[in-house]
Antibody, heavy 117, light 107 residues
Framework: EVQLQESGPGLVKPSQSLSLTCSVT????????WGWIRKFPGNKMEWMGY???????SYNPSLKSRISITRDTSKNQFFLQLNSVTTEDTATYYC???????????WGQGVMVTVSS | DVQMTQSPSYLAASPGESVSISCKAS??????LAWYQEKPGKTNKLLIY???TLQSGTPSRFSGSGSGTDFTLTIRSLEPEDFAVYYC?????????FGGGTKLELK
């Protein structure tokens, strides 16, 4: 069974970088697409970006200057880095498998990240 | 970006009833719409994609319809486990965007 698990700090200071890890079991990240999605307080959800089976990436233009998604295939993990965070980046962050990068059939439980000094 | 608007935001119903949730896109997305179910303590579940295609494992009481800008998720004969939050998401045009969610509550 495909399982995803997010991990990372729950509190980040403004202007710093947010870094999260998604550990995948039951499926190789060298197949398919692997994305990050966040849900803000109030339930608005935003697709952030993905990394493909080949290592190519695609990002939401709203984040393009601040986001980086990378991977470690030896550990079957992929990573999110979001730079220069503000309080508006406070959200629950999810990793997910994306069919063709755009239909999300397996999700992690989500990790809540608060940006606060 | 394509804006997705769901209605209602909240919906109260009883087991055995049928309910419908609407999702409207700000421009045509053909039939490229997915529906997800969110429940506390569980991972989000893909129910339907491409407007009406049931994901493997989705009970047949769930159905999706629509094309262009107007879509509907219908749940026939509600079961206790169906009370959850439902989101729509367009997968026609990059960047993919989500609706604001509909909370289906027990009446």
């Amino acid at each position: 069974e495909v399982q995803l698990q997010e991990s990372g700090p729950g509190l980040v200071k403004p202007s710093q970088s947010l870094s999260l890890t998604c550990s995948v079991t039951g499926y190789s990240i060298t197949s398919n697409y692997w994305g990050w999605i966040r849900k803000f307080p109030g339930n608005k959800m935003e697709w952030m970006g993905y990394i493909s089976y080949s290592g190519s990436t695609s990002y939401n233009p709203s984040l393009k200057s601040r986001i980086s998604i990378t991977r470690d295939t030896s550990k079957n993990q992929f990573f999110l880095q979001l730079n220069s965070v503000t309080t508006e980046d406070t959200a629950t962050y999810y990793c997910a498998r994306g069919i063709r990068g755009k239909i999300f059939d397996y999700w992690g439980q989500g990790v809540m990240v608060t940006v606060s000094s | 970006d394509v804006q997705m608007t769901q209605s209602p935001s909240y919906l109260a119903a009883s087991p055995g009833e049928s309910v419908s949730i609407s999702c409207k896109a700000s421009k045509s997305i053909n039939t490229y719409l997915a529906w997800y179910q969110e429940k506390p303590g569980k991972t989000n579940k893909l129910l339907i994609y491409s407007g009406s295609t049931l994901q493997s494992g989705t009970p047949s009481r769930f159905s999706g319809s629509g094309s262009g800008t107007d879509f509907t998720l219908t749940i026939r004969s509600l079961e206790p486990e169906d009370f959850a939050v439902y989101y729509c998401q367009q997968h026609n045009e990059y960047p993919w965007t989500f609706g604001g969610g509909t909370k289906l509550e027990l009446k």
